[in-house]
């Protein structure tokens, strides 16, 4: 079992409808999660992070955590054309580093 | 600069040559990071620094790949003897505090792509 698990996609939504991406993790002990868009042929930019089981919303996007499922998600609403990319959800166990999951790539259709 | 600075930013090598991969990090950054990320897949861990100190390196795939940051700033990743499966996008990241993880301040730079033929 992979770490940090994503269905690879692709996603396909409409143009104004609410992304859902997901992600899975299997150390009990991660302690901060985060979401990265990454744009082809570009870096990882973070998206949000989030550490408290619950939601937390920062304008079109909510991520949500649930430790006991070891459950992650990022929702993304009135989806536009500019958030087609690669969705990558990392884990950090309270040491320095992240384990990434493989991505999620996500197609808006206009 | 105002970003994570990577260079050179695309590398063809062949097979058994020795390449070198520079990273700048945003000046005063105390950490930073190698990842690998093969195409296809999201980034994996390579090494951390802290200052000059090389704190893990428990991601270096095997001893052909070696990190150093001797002045605490620039940092460079040297892979020795390249194979076909070294290919990949090295992306270096750098933070200014050591517990960057309760920030979310961790900043990527474009990465380097090898191509070994």
């Known amino acids: 079992q992979k770490e940090v698990e994503q269905n690879s996609g692709p996603l396909s939504v409409p143009e104004g409808a609410i992304a859902s991406l997901n992600c899975t993790y299997s150390?009990?002990?991660?302690?901060?999660f985060f979401w990265y868009r990454q744009y082809s042929g570009k870096s990882p930019e973070l998206i949000m992070f989030?550490?408290?089981?619950g939601d937390k919303e920062d304008g079109r996007f909510t991520a949500q955590l649930n430790k006991a499922s070891q459950y992650v998600s990022l929702l993304i609403r009135d989806s536009q054309p500019s958030d087609s990319a690669t969705y990558l959800c990392a884990v950090n166990i309270g040491n320095e580093k992240l384990t990434f999951g493989t991505g999620t790539r996500l197609t808006i259709i206009p | 600069g105002a970003g994570v600075s990577q260079s050179p930013r695309y590398k063809v090598a062949k097979r058994g040559q020795d390449v070198a991969l520079r990273c700048d990090p945003i000046s005063g950054h105390v950490s930073l990071f190698w990842y690998q990320q093969a195409l296809g897949q999201g980034p994996e861990f390579l090494t951390y620094f802290q200052n000059e100190a090389q704190l893990d390196k428990s991601g270096l795939p095997s001893d052909r790949f070696f990190a150093e940051r001797p002045e605490g700033s620039v940092s460079t990743l040297k892979i020795q003897r390249t194979q076909q499966e070294d290919s990949a996008v090295y992306l270096c990241a750098s933070s200014l505090l050591g517990s960057w993880a309760n920030t979310g301040e961790l900043f990527f730079g474009e990465g380097s792509r090898l191509t070994v033929l």
């Open positions: 989030i550490y408290s089981n």
């Open positions: 150390d009990r002990g991660s302690q901060s």
